[in-house]
């Protein structure tokens, strides 16, 4: 890794900043892959680890949604500014940017929804898909989550729901249930590394975007995304699909059930040992699945 080019800039969309980090060359003939984070609101730090797939020789793509890290910041935006259309219009500024005309893309989470949105519009250039730890729709992921969160020991499931019926959801014991769903759920590996907690720092110091599509947490969705699905759209994507999770995943089975019973060219992955990132719980294995897809398709 440590003699790969590494190149970080800007892309223009309106008046706006992305800021992108390319790991490899562009040019190697392989499909770049393109890394699209969750939230809505996440940072790139979590997914960092996809950087390893360009040590196979692939140029690898991060970059921060716009309202999040390094990117521009809109803190007084509201649910009528954060939708799919201006993300998808962000991702395809991006490309043009970067000159790219052939590429995979992979959406983590929220960018697989994102990832998603993309694919079923058909674009040319998208030769390789990967939804990795998402979900088809939102009310399957709240049915998930709520089963998730049945499972959880009596005192924290009683925090969360006195608190959700108070409003008091930055109480300290409302934040230590909320913990523990994440260390079943979310991330096993604990502490948490450190691209793992940066992204969740930086949703802290700027909660705009995940509040306003999602809310409070990642079973308490309240926010402009709570009734989206893409299920009745996913047999119009053309691009090969892999659909992956984590064993212990908060996307359930059922979240993910829809991308192998609808999109006509896919596979499905389970990582035995992992929750909601697999890259980070089983990184080696999950670069070795992800990377033996993609090559695949080049």
């Given at each position: 890794?440590?003699d790969l080019?590494?190149?970080?800039?800007?892309?223009a969309y309106g008046?706006y900043?992305t800021w992108y980090r390319?790991?490899?060359d562009?040019?190697?003939?392989?499909?770049?892959?393109?890394?699209?984070?969750?939230?809505?609101?996440c940072t790139?730090?979590?997914?960092?680890?996809?950087?390893?797939?360009?040590?196979?020789?692939?140029?690898?793509?991060?970059?921060?949604q716009i309202?999040?890290?390094r990117s521009?910041h809109?803190?007084?935006?509201?649910?009528d500014?954060?939708?799919?259309?201006?993300f998808?219009?962000?991702?395809?500024a991006?490309?043009a940017h970067l000159g790219?005309?052939?590429?995979?893309?992979?959406?983590?989470?929220?960018?697989?929804?994102l990832?998603?949105?993309h694919?079923v519009?058909r674009?040319p250039?998208?030769?390789?898909l990967?939804?990795?730890n998402s979900l088809?729709?939102m009310k399957?992921?709240?049915?998930?989550?709520?089963?998730?969160?049945a499972?959880?020991?009596a005192a924290?499931?009683?925090?969360?729901?006195?608190h959700e019926?108070d409003?008091?959801?930055?109480?300290?014991?409302?934040l230590?249930?909320t913990?523990?769903?994440?260390d079943?759920?979310v991330?096993?590996?604990?502490p948490?590394p450190a691209?793992?907690a940066?992204t969740?720092?930086?949703?802290?110091?700027?909660?705009?975007?995940?509040?306003?599509m999602n809310?409070?947490?990642?079973f308490?969705v309240?926010g402009?995304?709570?009734d989206w699905?893409?299920?009745?759209r996913?047999?119009?994507?053309?691009?090969p699909t892999?659909?992956?999770?984590?064993?212990h995943?908060?996307?359930?089975?059922a979240?993910?059930?829809p991308?192998?019973d609808?999109?006509?060219t896919?596979?499905g992955?389970?990582?035995?040992?992992?929750s909601?990132m697999p890259h980070v719980?089983?990184?080696?294995d999950?670069m070795a699945v992800?990377e033996?897809?993609?090559a695949?398709?080049?």
């Amino acid at each position: 890794m440590n003699d790969l080019a590494v190149a970080e800039g800007f892309s223009a969309y309106g008046p706006y900043k992305t800021w992108y980090r390319v790991t490899g060359d562009l040019g190697s003939g392989k499909l770049p892959l393109v890394v699209a984070h969750g939230g809505p609101g996440c940072t790139h730090d979590y997914v960092d680890s996809f950087k390893d797939i360009a040590g196979f020789g692939r140029a690898v793509v991060h970059y921060d949604q716009i309202g999040n890290g390094r990117s521009t910041h809109l803190p007084d935006k509201g649910g009528d500014f954060w939708t799919v259309e201006f993300f998808l219009g962000e991702l395809d500024a991006l490309l043009a940017h970067l000159g790219i005309q052939r590429y995979a893309l992979l959406g983590q989470s929220w960018g697989g929804m994102l990832a998603a949105e993309h694919a079923v519009r058909r674009p040319p250039g998208l030769k390789a898909l990967v939804l990795a730890n998402s979900l088809a729709s939102m009310k399957l992921w709240v049915e998930g989550a709520g089963q998730l969160r049945a499972e959880l020991p009596a005192a924290a499931r009683q925090a969360l729901d006195r608190h959700e019926a108070d409003g008091t959801m930055d109480h300290p014991d409302y934040l230590a249930a909320t913990r523990a769903f994440y260390d079943r759920h979310v991330c096993r590996v604990t502490p948490w590394p450190a691209e793992v907690a940066r992204t969740f720092a930086a949703i802290d110091a700027d909660p705009t975007v995940y509040h306003t599509m999602n809310g409070p947490n990642e079973f308490h969705v309240v926010g402009t995304m709570r009734d989206w699905t893409i299920i009745d759209r996913l047999p119009t994507i053309e691009a090969p699909t892999l659909a992956f999770r984590g064993f212990h995943d908060e996307a359930t089975p059922a979240c993910v059930q829809p991308f192998l019973d609808r999109i006509p060219t896919v596979e499905g992955h389970v990582f035995p040992q992992s929750s909601h990132m697999p890259h980070v719980e089983e990184r080696q294995d999950c670069m070795a699945v992800t990377e033996a897809f993609l090559a695949r398709h080049d």
